[in-house]
Nanobody, 124 residues
Framework: QVQLVESGGGLVQAGASLRLSCAAS????????MAWFRQAPGKERDFVAH????????YYADSVKGRFTISRDNAKNTVYLQMNSLKPEDTAIYYC?????????????????WGQGTQVTVSS
């Protein structure tokens, strides 16, 4: 059974940094692409960033490009999201997701496994 567990969220002021982690178990982590999505209150779930199975290929939403960095440590079965220069509009529940296949995607419906989410709140 695949399990994804996010951690690292919290309440910070604008301009601060946070690092989210997502620990995976239940299948061979290094074979599958991973992504981060987020959902703000009253809004749909949006793509944030994705990384290929090897970690060599990454892609970001325009809204976070240059501020967020996705990475993975296949030896630790963990994917990270380093978030710098946080803004109030980054406030959301952040979810990690895993999809079958080594190449990542920005489409939420291509991911079959999801974590429970971690809350990130950025105050102005």
């Amino acid at each position: 059974q695949v399990q994804l567990v996010e951690s690292g969220g919290g309440l910070v002021q604008a301009g601060a940094s946070l690092r989210l982690s997502c620990a995976a178990s239940g299948r061979i982590f290094s074979l599958y692409a991973m992504a981060w999505f987020r959902q703000a209150p009253g809004k749909e779930r949006d793509f944030v960033a994705h990384v290929s199975s090897t970690g060599l290929n990454t892609y970001y939403a325009d809204s976070v490009k240059g501020r967020f960095t996705i990475s993975r440590d296949n030896a630790k079965n963990t994917v990270y999201l380093q978030m710098n220069s946080l803004k109030p509009e980054d406030t959301a529940i952040y979810y990690c997701a895993s999809r079958d296949g080594s190449f990542a995607s920005g489409a939420a419906d291509e991911y079959g496994y999801w974590g429970q989410g971690t809350q990130v709140t950025v105050s102005s």
